[in-house]
């Protein structure tokens, strides 16, 4: 329509986005930002514990708070994997079947999924409920119910990246795409791309 403004946020080479992927693609950002942020975040405290042990001091809290810092980057960026579509699978598999085959298969995967998730949920938040009175042994002004919080919120994030990332998923899987091969040629292109503007800049004056 002619009244329609595409923003640069909302298209990609020139094609205008539909809402759910612009959704989806935002949502992307979020989360790898905040998984980055995690990222950065846990080397500095790694980095800084190994200065101050070599200075002969150490962090009290160290130990506690680094590995539920990895908890959290890993529970986090499943998520972020799940809305990629980058978890193993057997695309391959799936790809080579019968096209109502491959639908089955892919109800059946997704329900699994979605359903092994919703569980994990329901009774990570009631874990929640139990330790509501327990704190952190090396800063007890945090409790334990924060920083086991990753559970029940990951999982629901991991469910939404999955319904956010389904339709698309859908599409591929209906024409018989296999995702493995199609990351593999997407890294083979960007490598090319890559030996190409090296090549270029030797090649200059």
């Given at each position: ?12 080479h ?14 992307e ?27 002969g ?20 960026g499943?998520?972020l ?16 079947a ?38 952190l ?13 990753v ?16 339709p698309?998923a ?11 091969h ?10 090319e ?13």
């Amino acid at each position: 329509m002619a009244s329609l403004i595409t923003s640069p946020s909302s298209c990609h080479h020139g094609v205008a986005m539909s809402p759910l992927k612009l959704l989806r693609q935002e949502f992307e950002y979020l989360l790898e930002g905040f998984t980055v942020a995690l990222l950065l975040g846990l080397t500095a405290i790694v980095l800084a514990a190994v200065l101050l042990r070599m200075l002969g001091s150490a962090f009290t809290w160290y130990d506690e708070v680094a590995s539920i810092g990895l908890a959290w980057l890993s529970f986090y960026g499943a998520s972020l994997a799940a809305l990629k579509r980058a978890h193993l699978g057997c695309p391959g598999i799936v790809s080579k079947a019968p096209a109502p085959l491959r639908s089955l298969l892919f109800v059946l995967s997704e329900l699994i999924v979605i359903g092994f998730f919703a569980i994990i949920a329901k009774f990570g938040y009631d874990v929640l409920n139990v330790l509501a009175w327990d704190n952190l042994v090396s800063l007890p002004w945090i409790n334990l119910s924060f920083t086991q919080s990753v559970i029940p919120v990951s999982a629901s994030l991991f469910i939404l990246c999955e319904l956010l990332s389904m339709p698309d998923a859908w599409h591929k899987m209906r024409q018989g795409v296999d995702s493995e091969h199609e990351a593999i040629e997407e890294a083979i292109r960007l490598a090319e791309e890559g030996l190409t503007l090296h090549q270029a800049w030797e090649v200059r004056p």
